[in-house]
């Protein structure tokens, strides 16, 4: 097995606390979600599978992001998914474009008072 299948397995145990936080949200209408420090891309293909709309991905691991580009391609979600290999300081996007920002884990790496104000 390798790193990113142990990342992978190691994650998806987490996923019941994900799916606990997006229980009050409506499953429609469409979503712009973005997933920042994405990895692998668990919890980004957990949100398309169960979400109307767009995923974007973002983190700057580039090998992660080709992991993840496979799996969504397996899984037939690349009209669904988008990555994109940036660090979310440099990220650019027009203001209120997502209705979705997951940040799991992410904000403990940067910091919640800069991760949050960004």
């Given amino acids: 097995m390798g790193y990113y299948e142990i990342k992978d397995n190691c994650r998806k145990g987490l996923l019941k606390y994900l799916e606990r936080a997006c229980a009050g949200i409506p499953r429609e209408p469409r979503y712009n979600i973005l997933d920042t420090g994405c990895g692998t891309g668990v919890p980004t293909i957990w949100m398309a599978e169960h979400f109307e709309g767009k995923v974007t991905a973002i983190d700057n691991d580039r090998e992660a992001l080709m992991y993840l ?39 403990n790496v940067v910091g919640f008072e800069a991760g949050f104000r960004r």
């Avoid at 996007?93 to 979705?100: A, S």
Wanted: include cysteine; charged fraction near 30%; charge should be negative.
């Fill in 69 to 107: 580009q496979q799996k969504i391609r397996q899984k037939n979600l690349d009209d669904r998914i988008e990555t994109c290999c940036v660090s979310f300081f440099d990220f650019e996007c027009p203001p209120g474009y997502f209705d979705i920002v997951l940040a799991e884990g992410f904000l």
